[in-house]
């Protein structure tokens, strides 16, 4: 966790940007919930914790800052609600994220896949291609589980 604060202080140093406290200790929150998807109001619940004299105005403008300069990537789940998500070190691109739409949860895969679509898409659309955002929305293996169990047990119970 220290060396990726380090490495994230650098990016900041590199584009002229000190790692102030408040920063620090919003980046902590986003490195604690690295899988969390969390909204700008979730990140400043969570800062607020750790430095109560924060204010949700610095904790969204430390989250605009972290955008631009890469560190987090600012994701939409089709609920209206902006997320931020911390960009893997060393991924070239952004990575997958599959919905549930049973219970909301949000998957990630990291392996890119993408590689024969995006030769397709730079070749037919002469289009260089920077990065790419994909969402699948469906039903997971935990809410595919649960139904099984409910069926079985519903089969039990008719026998
Ligand atoms: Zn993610
Ligand atoms: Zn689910």
Known sequence: MESRIDRIKKQLHSASY??????????????????????AEDVYLLVKEKAPEIGLATVYRTLELLTELKVVDKINFGDGVSRYDLRKEGAAHFHHHLVCIECGSVD????????????????DWNFKIKDHRLTFHGIC????????????????EEK
């Open 141 to 156: 293996w935990r809410c595919h589980k649960k139904a099984d169990e409910e069926d079985t047990s519903k089969n039990e």
């Open 108 to 123: 990630e895969i990291q392996e890119d896949l993408l590689g024969d679509v995006e030769k397709i898409v730079e070749r």
């Open 18 to 39: 000190k790692l102030t406290p408040q920063r620090e200790a919003t980046v902590r929150v986003l490195l604690e919930h690295e899988e969390d998807h969390l909204s």
